[in-house]
């Protein structure tokens, strides 16, 4: 079973400054991925970067970058140099060798001008 | 990435009358799909897995004769609501990816469904 839980319902940024999401999850599986996902207003998912469990580096995609702790099992997401595009929910997620995703509750950005 | 389409994107019904929901892979070929489910500010619901060729697999609690999921080919999965209730009105989701957890999966743009 996997679960994923996100603490922060809701952020709010300045343009140009960074923000941090949390998240932590459980899992029975070995092999795992985790991802983070963006809903815009128009509800469609966006991936927004994922990470192998066996890969130590953490990723990075342009301005997203995560924090992968795997004993802690705690993957957070760091949004720097925000724009008001970022505006969204986003969505921690775990995928196990199953293939189904398990999303936490979201944490709805806001970024203000 | 892969385009997966939903159509309709809104659907107005009335109680009592069935509804289907259609989910493609525009460029690719899709082994598994999924349906979710997702009320106002709350998160993604798993409804169902569906493999190409076989019968779906429901999450506990979804109820499969009311959530009838199709997948007859490796583009196109189709969900229909049977005899539709206003507590069934809700904004449904697809996604697709080939089989395995080391596949990406591509999500539709969803559907609204409001059953009056």
């Known amino acids: 079973a996997q679960t994923v839980t996100q603490s922060q319902p809701e952020m709010s940024v300045q343009e140009a400054e960074t923000v941090t999401l949390s998240c932590t999850y459980d899992t029975s599986e070995s092999n795992y991925y985790l991802f983070w996902y963006k809903q815009p207003p128009s509800r469609q998912m966006i991936l927004v970067i994922r990470?192998?469990?066996?890969?130590?580096q953490n990723a990075t995609e342009n301005r997203f970058s995560v924090n992968f702790q795997k004993a802690a099992k705690s993957f957070s997401l760091k949004i720097s140099d925000s724009q008001l595009g970022d505006t969204a929910m986003y969505f921690c997620?775990?995928?196990?060798?199953?293939?189904?995703?398990?999303f936490g509750a979201g944490t709805q950005v806001v970024v203000t001008p | 990435g892969a385009v997966v389409s939903q159509h309709p994107s809104r659907v107005i019904c009335k109680s009592g009358t069935s509804v289907k929901i259609e989910c493609r892979s525009l460029?690719?070929?899709?082994?598994?799909m999924f349906w979710y489910r997702q009320f106002p500010k709350q998160s993604l619901m798993l409804m169902a897995t569906s493999n190409e060729g076989s019968k779906a697999t429901y999450e506990q609690g979804v109820e499969k004769d009311k959530f009838l999921i199709n997948h007859a080919s490796l583009t196109l999965s189709t969900l229909t609501v049977t005899s539709a209730h206003p507590e069934d009105s809700s904004f449904y989701i697809c996604s697709a990816s080939l089989r395995g957890a080391a596949y990406e999966q591509y999500f539709g743009p969803g559907t609204r469904l409001t059953v009056t």
């Open positions: 997620a775990t995928r196990g060798s199953w293939g189904k995703l398990q």
């Open positions: 990470q192998e469990a066996y890969k130590q």
């Open positions: 460029d690719f070929q899709a082994t598994t």
